[in-house]
């Protein structure tokens, strides 16, 4: 038995949107689906069982960071993160070469892998495939990711050549460090910034390796929503048909339209949480900031759509004073809603797909959205 | 019909601790009762629907922070407090003279009331008796207290005299500009310091002004704990005995049993939630601080006596990664489990003094508290 089954079930007819159906160590899902992120463990300020109220049942998980803490004795020790934080669902990790790149400003990159510095404490640490592997083992995830260099955008053609190809050869070594293939399913990652024919190259270089599935990395880096785009559009034709491919780090409702769109299974992003912190939530009318003072006395609820427990009972005007008054309520009763509206838009989306109305819905919701 | 209903139900032979009936607008209490604190309107990092489960139904709200925000404007437009944070509990509200004179490093104080600064942007703040009763009328909680000056324990015996004496014709004031007496009921606050003829004279001149609870002030405000349970053993007998009783600031576990030996029916205090934001639980086996190195893989939940859903869930060791790592889902599931434990804790009092076994109960609790 394998770890991960997949099957494209449908696609709309106007535009190729993929409803799938995925299974993982026995649990399903369909897809297209959202992954709320669990940086540390825990989707910040929510328990597992709110995470299952406004989550399809699959959360990622940061290697990186839960290498650092609790570490990977700790979590050997309680049998993997699930043992640790108790999360009932299903779990995916990246590999932890997007923080190695991004939250270390010096990092050194040798064929071997990649010194940096501690996000922290400033101390040295080195990251390679077989150490990602390793700790993702411990974590005992349902999906892996290969460990990928993920340069600018923007980088120059030659060494974006050079860091795929880096790339290519880091994911043969996951591959080969890989210890329990039957429980842990393994993607590969497809670096190339916007040069198409780097794109085309490392998936067929990872397919000849042969993954359980195939992530889009390199993109929600700083390029422009036209350039993105425009790699998703061709990225749709060549990707493997019969595998998931998941779009690395996007997760704003306009980016997963697109995404879908162009063939996108699975979605994760800090998004909906971070910018809970920052008093934003995201409704069917559009992003509401919660600061500003045309909700202080406001009694309806964050997004009169929905129907999540925020919504249901609290109204922009005390989720506006818990706010500004710096209670963690506050960050938490947006988190959910915000997890809840993506939720709720990734259902609308697969009804869409089933009833061949994907264009027609998304069209509906981005005008609605962006008023 | 009365907003408040009181009966001695019971006195534990031994001691005399007592066990009441508490009725709020139709709502019914067992006493004693302990309040978690809801400050500017929620219990830190709670919702209402836990609150619910981790206390017996009546919370605190801070009239000074519900002055300061959202403001008696919104606070009336919502139908008070509980038509804007949705608590469908009791209510009891302070004064905010606690505040006035613990949050601000100047005033002047006068017999018109107190001139202080905004504790966070410094401007210049009037409250006076008949200002207190106004906002907590807005506020529309089930009991509220008449503004008293709360000096320092050991504050000179000519200025807790004449400070008494304002705070008993604050008090009458107070009752004066009550509006809603059928509705809210108000509480007198008994001063005095360690001085037990001026605690005794205050009692008799709020009993002569008449009030439909008795609050005793200026403890836990720097006095040891000797000097607390003499002042609370000399009040126990001249307390009205008809009245409920209300300890006001207090509440670790060892004040709360040597409050309920003295008399009291009620307690207050932020400590489960605050000292819960620092890491530290209380249980019964005494404080857990869990930055500790020893629970690094600990398996065992805060407390092992206990049935909370924190508990029941997670072990030390997961907590305090989410501890250390700043995640404010530590802070919640410690303050959860924190006011449950006081929960437990009244309902072991209540059941140890309907058997008259307080005292052994008292004994047996801090034995194994304090090992």
């Given at each position: 038995m394998s770890a991960l089954e997949f099957e494209v079930l449908k696609k709309d007819k106007e535009t190729g949107a993929r409803l799938g159906h995925l299974v993982l160590n026995?649990?399903?899902?369909?897809?297209?689906?959202?992954?709320?992120?669990?940086?540390?463990?825990?989707?910040?300020?929510?328990?597992?069982?709110?995470?299952?109220e406004v989550s399809d049942g699959l959360i990622l998980g940061n290697t990186y960071h839960l290498w650092l803490s609790p570490g990977i004795e700790t979590l050997k020790l309680f049998g993997g993160l699930r043992g640790f934080n108790k999360w009932n669902g299903a779990l995916l990790t990246d590999s932890g070469g997007y923080q190695v790149f991004s939250l270390s400003d010096t990092r050194k990159i040798s064929e071997e892998g990649v010194t940096f510095k501690h996000y922290k404490n400033g101390s040295s640490l080195f990251m390679s495939p077989e150490i990602s592997i390793e700790i993702q083992n411990a974590i005992s995830s349902d999906i892996m990711m290969s460990l990928d260099e993920c340069p600018p955008f923007n980088e120059s053609y030659?060494?974006?050549?050079?860091?795929?190809?880096?790339?290519?050869?880091?994911?043969?070594?996951?591959?080969?460090?890989?210890?329990?293939k039957n429980r842990q399913a393994l993607f590969g990652i497809v670096q190339g910034g916007p040069y198409?024919?780097?794109?085309?190259?490392?998936?067929?270089?990872?397919?000849?390796?042969?993954?359980?599935?195939?992530?889009?990395?390199?993109?929600?880096?700083?390029?422009?929503?036209?350039?993105?785009?425009?790699?998703?559009?061709?990225l749709k034709d060549i990707m493997p048909q019969d595998k998931p491919r998941y779009l690395m780090g996007v997760g704003?409702?306009?980016?997963?339209?697109?995404?879908?769109?162009?063939?996108?299974?699975?979605?994760?992003?800090?998004?909906p949480t971070r910018i809970a912190r920052h008093g934003v939530a995201t409704t069917s009318l559009g992003r509401v900031n919660i600061k500003n003072k045309e909700y202080e006395n406001d009694f309806s609820p964050l997004d009169p759509s929905c129907e999540c427990?925020?919504?249901?009972?609290?109204?922009?005007?005390?989720?506006?004073?818990?706010?500004?008054?710096?209670?963690?309520?506050?960050?938490?009763?947006?988190?959910?809603?915000?997890?809840?509206?993506?939720?709720?838009?990734?259902?609308?989306?697969?009804?869409?797909?089933?009833?061949?109305?994907?264009?027609?819905?998304k069209n509906h919701f981005l005008k609605k959205y962006y008023k």
């Amino acid at each position: 038995m394998s770890a991960l089954e997949f099957e494209v079930l449908k696609k709309d007819k106007e535009t190729g949107a993929r409803l799938g159906h995925l299974v993982l160590n026995g649990k399903e899902f369909e897809t297209p689906i959202f992954m709320p992120v669990g940086t540390k463990g825990d989707v910040k300020c929510l328990t597992n069982e709110e995470v299952e109220e406004v989550s399809d049942g699959l959360i990622l998980g940061n290697t990186y960071h839960l290498w650092l803490s609790p570490g990977i004795e700790t979590l050997k020790l309680f049998g993997g993160l699930r043992g640790f934080n108790k999360w009932n669902g299903a779990l995916l990790t990246d590999s932890g070469g997007y923080q190695v790149f991004s939250l270390s400003d010096t990092r050194k990159i040798s064929e071997e892998g990649v010194t940096f510095k501690h996000y922290k404490n400033g101390s040295s640490l080195f990251m390679s495939p077989e150490i990602s592997i390793e700790i993702q083992n411990a974590i005992s995830s349902d999906i892996m990711m290969s460990l990928d260099e993920c340069p600018p955008f923007n980088e120059s053609y030659s060494y974006m050549k050079e860091s795929v190809d880096r790339t290519i050869r880091w994911a043969k070594r996951g591959k080969d460090a890989h210890k329990f293939k039957n429980r842990q399913a393994l993607f590969g990652i497809v670096q190339g910034g916007p040069y198409k024919d780097l794109r085309k190259y490392a998936i067929e270089e990872l397919e000849k390796i042969g993954f359980d599935g195939y992530s889009i990395g390199g993109l929600s880096v700083g390029e422009s929503k036209e350039e993105r785009i425009e790699v998703l559009k061709y990225l749709k034709d060549i990707m493997p048909q019969d595998k998931p491919r998941y779009l690395m780090g996007v997760g704003t409702p306009d980016d997963i339209l697109y995404g879908v769109e162009n063939g996108i299974d699975m979605f994760d992003c800090v998004e909906p949480t971070r910018i809970a912190r920052h008093g934003v939530a995201t409704t069917s009318l559009g992003r509401v900031n919660i600061k500003n003072k045309e909700y202080e006395n406001d009694f309806s609820p964050l997004d009169p759509s929905c129907e999540c427990e925020t919504c249901k009972k609290y109204s922009k005007a005390y989720i506006r004073h818990l706010f500004r008054e710096g209670e963690m309520l506050s960050y938490r009763l947006i988190s959910y809603h915000n997890l809840y509206f993506l939720k709720n838009l990734m259902h609308n989306i697969k009804e869409a797909i089933k009833n061949d109305k994907f264009l027609e819905f998304k069209n509906h919701f981005l005008k609605k959205y962006y008023k």
